[in-house]
């Protein structure tokens, strides 16, 4: 599916810097998707390869299989219908956005004469969504899920708007896959979307595909939440500041005789921070001794290996502080 969403985006030069990234696009798309440019314009230094899928579906995957045999991508996104296509690329690090994975009951919504949302290279403008293609497509779902190794699931993420309005499919890739995040956000991958759930996984597969670590920063989950439990100001713009440059985790306090608590603190995690803190709450009350390079905490921490960040006190009074000083260090 293609995007629309008007949003001041942010470019990633180092991102997937000189490597190719396979977009696969959506139901009734093309490779003239605004998603294509998109992706273009967040990652310049990246190539991003997109092609026409055909419509009917046995076309289309021998179509995609092909042009990963030619193309040999560092990373394929596939987002909606480009999605289960995706899933079914296997040996390449994969992120599914939305995918559909029950396409033949997705479609049969959609019965009749179809308008292509963007441009194609055949010129075709129109198509019509007759009993045959559903069962065509519900066919090919059947497909998906086939022989998955160890090794493929953990080359695959899939990411799921909270509010998709059109596809539900996060309980059955929670089946086969470990990693099924949720993010703020309804079926199209927008400008916003990409920007702040999506370039964050991108970074985590490239870092992982270079072998690189980046410097480690904890962050006491009670500064970033006032005593009514709701973010603190400027707490999203550092938190997504800080995650370009190192290795962010949120410590939370281990509460064994009350578990409850622990779900609320991941709960809240998920909620103000979303995909890019999935899997990266810890829970500690020794937290001076966690091996990291920063802690940002709301009270001295002296213990602690590191350099520590004291939240609150006079040199960091405010999230825009701590801002300016990571700035500065820029990744050291």
């Known amino acids: 599916m293609a995007q629309n969403e008007t949003y001041v985006i942010k470019q990633y030069p180092d991102l997937m810097a000189g490597k190719k990234i396979m977009y696969v696009h959506g139901f009734a798309s093309s490779a003239q998707s605004g998603t294509v440019t998109m992706l273009r314009t967040l990652m310049p230094e990246a190539t991003i390869v997109a092609r026409d899928i055909p419509l009917h579906p046995e076309e289309g995957i021998q179509m995609l299989r092909q042009m990963c045999e030619e193309e040999q991508p560092d990373l394929i996104i596939g987002t909606s219908m480009g999605g289960m296509y995706t899933e079914m690329l296997k040996g390449y690090d994969r992120i599914l956005v939305n995918p559909a994975f029950e396409m033949g009951e997705t479609m049969s919504k959609f019965t009749g004469k179809q308008v292509f949302q963007n441009p194609r290279q055949d010129g075709v403008q129109e198509f019509i969504v007759t009993k045959g293609l559903i069962k065509e497509y519900q066919e090919m779902t059947t497909h998906c899920f086939a022989d998955i190794s160890d090794e493929e699931r953990g080359r695959v993420i899939g990411l799921f708007g909270d509010e998709d309005p059109i596809v539900h499919t996060f309980g059955l890739f929670s089946e086969h896959y470990p990693t099924a995040i949720h993010f703020h956000g309804e079926h199209r991958l927008t400008d916003k979307v990409a920007m702040h759930y999506l370039i964050p996984i991108i970074r985590y597969m490239d870092d992982r595909q270079e072998g690189r670590e980046r410097p ?10 006032d005593g009514y439990g709701k973010a603190t100001a400027s707490m999203h713009k550092a938190y997504e500041r800080i995650i370009e440059n190192y290795n962010v985790y949120v410590l939370a306090p281990s ?35 966690q091996y990291g390079d920063y802690l940002i905490a709301s009270a001295p921490q002296p213990e602690f290996m590191g350099t520590v960040i004291e939240w609150g006190s006079d040199e960091f009074k405010t999230w825009e502080e701590i801002i300016v000083f990571f700035d500065r260090l820029g990744g050291q």
């Open 216 to 225: 480690v920063v904890y962050i006491d989950i009670e500064t970033l939440r």
């Open 255 to 289: 509460c064994t005789n009350n578990p409850s608590a622990m779900t609320d603190d991941i709960a809240w995690v998920e909620q103000y921070l979303s995909a890019p803190a999935w899997g990266r709450v810890i829970f500690s009350n020794a937290r001076q001794l």
